[in-house]
């Protein structure tokens, strides 16, 4: 297990490699030096918390249909999924089939039954996405009419983060 986790972060380090080399190693460096150390590290912790709050959304879902998945085996799924949707041609589809495949299988429960959890999973972010797209250009189209004071912009500001809240927690 533990010689997989290292040929792992070896193949993602070296993908990592050819990517830069492809894009451009200067332009690369030159991003990151301008993003600085503490931007990277705040990149990596808010993706980091946004795969944790996506688990958490998966196993819930797993939990209500009688799935007893163990966290770690669902963000081990979120892992998996995530890097072969970067890999494949229809970006974010493209590993939700394994990471139902390896959580049925750890589970020993039909694959069709995991599926059915992460199409579900999918569906909610799609949900997601799109309230707070329209929530956003609702905001944005009222802000350029010069309809929102500062106490509505800090009433919106609330609601976008109960409804995170909400999301996170159904």
């Known amino acids: 297990r533990a010689a997989t986790f290292l040929a792992s ?5 070296v ?3 050819a990517v830069s080399t492809w894009a451009g190693v200067g332009e ?6 301008r993003i600085g ?3 990277c590290a705040q990149y990596a912790g808010f993706c ?3 795969l944790v709050l996506q688990g958490v959304g998966w196993w819930i879902l797993l939990r ?8 770690p085996l669902v963000l081990e799924g979120m892992l998996v999924g995530h890097a072969l949707s970067y890999v494949t041609p229809s970006a974010f589809l493209g590993g939700e089939p394994a990471r139902a495949w390896l959580v049925a299988r750890r589970l020993e429960v039909p694959m069709r039954r995991t599926f059915a959890t992460v199409l579900l999973h999918k ?3 799609l949900s997601g996405f799109l309230f707070f797209l329209v929530l956003g250009i ?3 189209a009222a802000t350029k009419a010069g309809a929102l004071s500062p106490w509505v912009t800090a009433g919106l500001a609330a609601f976008c983060l109960a409804a995170t809240a909400f999301f996170v927690a159904f």
Not at 64 to 71: K, L, N, P, S, V
């Open 37 to 39: 150390l503490g931007g």
């Open 28 to 33: 690369s460096w030159t991003v990151l030096r």
């Open 64 to 71: 209500g249909d009688g799935q007893r998945a163990g966290f």
């Open 138 to 140: 609702a905001v944005v």
């Open 15 to 17: 993908l990592a490699a």
């Open 123 to 125: 569906f909610q972010e």
């Open 48 to 50: 980091f918390l946004i």
């Open 9 to 13: 972060l070896l193949l993602g380090a």
